[in-house]
């Protein structure tokens, strides 16, 4: 039988696709690219949007592949379960945030017994759910999910309720499993989770995997997907100054520059904070590239107060920022808070802040146009080879390369493409 997989959201989502796909290939099923016999649909919901699309793909697979079987799961359907409203979700076999490494064997009871499968765990266990990969589709980069869960419950964020609290896996599996990823030849190993910096073992922290990781024979390239700005203690950045494997990006989400709203989010630091630790990080790390995000139009954001976050956004001087209008999650504190932002006028700040994303981006690039980067080839297409650099700015060369190898690049206006150019 073959399968297909379709995955929305997040990089934890799609390490998590990438072990139901290995377990798949394992078991003898075929991939796909179109009418598959057995489709899953790996959903998000972190915002109104992503509860959209999770429906349409869903949706559409059962509309053009009726005969299919259909499994869904992720953070889409727990929310739905707490809504009332999987009952709306025609799927033939419904899971939760967890059991995702146990799909095969649902889909196999199925197969048996010929009944619907509706099934979800206890999201405050403190158990991580077993999951390692030792391949994946893309031979150049691999994510390496090291944590699940968060505990931080910001007032506008559905993920603790869908993801439950915070559990890491075991620091023995983490070291193996990315062992096993460089022995098996990628360049590059993403760590990844809901809250990647909560990491903690028993007393055995994020800066203590870090170092331990940095260390593994061969290893070339070590990112972290997204960090928040007070787990970037001196110990991860002691690390970070040390060790030429530890990329030069650190991607720390603000969401918003203004301690007023700052508060109403319930984050936990504010301005002052986040700047002192962005001028160390910077003193200590020469040509990082910071990314971030930022929420706009977050209830009771008056424009004085987005004014104030664009002025901090451009006094850190973020190398690029991912925008998201506010959107109500159900039963979020947030989502009962007075003072909600119009619509178009959210849609005037997101396209502001884009413009000053774009802005920044070039400002950012141009620092490097003319100097030589290590650039890990990803892919060939069309005579020309994508990759990127370690500070993540992608670049599109021509000449005798090999995909999945590191190369030095001399960087010009030519050859380091804008975020703009590819979205």
């Not at 992503?50 to 059962?62: M, Y």
């Not at 000449?399 to 190369?407: D, L, P, Q, R």
Request: with cysteine; hydrophobic share 35%.
């Amino acid at each position: 039988m073959t399968f297909n997989i379709k995955t929305l959201g997040c990089k934890v989502n799609s390490y998590e696709s990438e072990l139901i796909y290995s377990l798949f290939i394992k078991k003898g099923y075929s991939f796909s690219e179109d009418n598959a016999d057995i489709y899953v649909v790996n959903t998000c919901t972190v915002t109104n949007m992503s509860d959209r699309k999770s429906r349409q793909v869903i949706n559409k697979i059962r509309r053009e592949h009726p005969s299919s079987i259909l499994i869904v799961c992720g953070c889409y359907i727990e929310n739905a379960k707490k809504q009332g409203t999987l009952g709306l979700i025609d799927a033939d076999i419904i899971l939760g945030s967890l059991y995702k490494g146990k799909i095969v064997e649902y889909l196999e009871d199925y197969l048996k017994n010929k009944k619907k499968i509706n099934n979800f765990g206890d999201l405050n266990s403190r158990e991580f759910e077993t999951m390692e990969i030792n391949s994946v589709h893309n031979k150049t980069r691999a994510f390496v999910k090291i944590e699940d869960g968060c505990d931080n419950f910001c007032s506008y964020c559905i993920i603790p309720y869908v993801r439950g609290r915070i559990r890491s896996k075991k620091k023995e599996d983490v070291i193996r499993e990315v062992t096993t990823l460089v022995n098996n030849g990628f360049k590059e190993i993403v760590l990844t989770g809901i809250h990647t910096g909560a990491y903690n073992d028993n007393g055995y922290d994020f800066a203590s995997l870090l170092n331990d990781l940095v260390k593994i024979p061969n290893i070339k390239r070590l990112r972290i997907s997204s960090i928040e700005i007070n787990e970037l203690n001196d110990r991860v950045l002691e690390i970070l100054s040390k060790s030429n494997v530890l990329v030069p990006h650190l991607h720390i989400p603000l969401q918003a520059g203004s301690d007023e709203i700052l508060k109403s989010m319930n984050r936990k630091y504010d301005t002052k904070f986040f700047k002192e630790r962005i001028d160390k990080i910077r003193s200590i790390k020469d040509g990082i590239s910071i990314t971030t995000d930022v929420i706009v139009g977050f209830p009771g954001e008056t424009e004085e107060l987005f004014n104030k976050s664009i002025e901090f956004i451009k006094m850190i001087k973020f190398s690029k920022i991912h925008v998201f209008p506010y959107s109500d999650r159900y039963n979020t504190v947030a989502s009962k808070m007075s003072g909600k932002i119009d619509g178009n006028e959210k849609k005037k700040r997101v396209r502001r802040l884009i413009q000053i994303s774009n802005n920044l981006e070039k400002e950012f690039y141009e620092k490097f146009y003319g100097k030589n980067l290590s650039v890990l080839i990803e892919e060939e297409k069309d005579g020309y080879y994508y990759g990127h650099t370690g500070n993540y700015i992608l670049v599109k060369v021509k000449g005798n390369y090999k995909v999945h190898e590191i190369y030095d690049i001399t960087l010009n206006e030519d050859n380091a493409l804008m975020s703009e150019e590819n979205d």
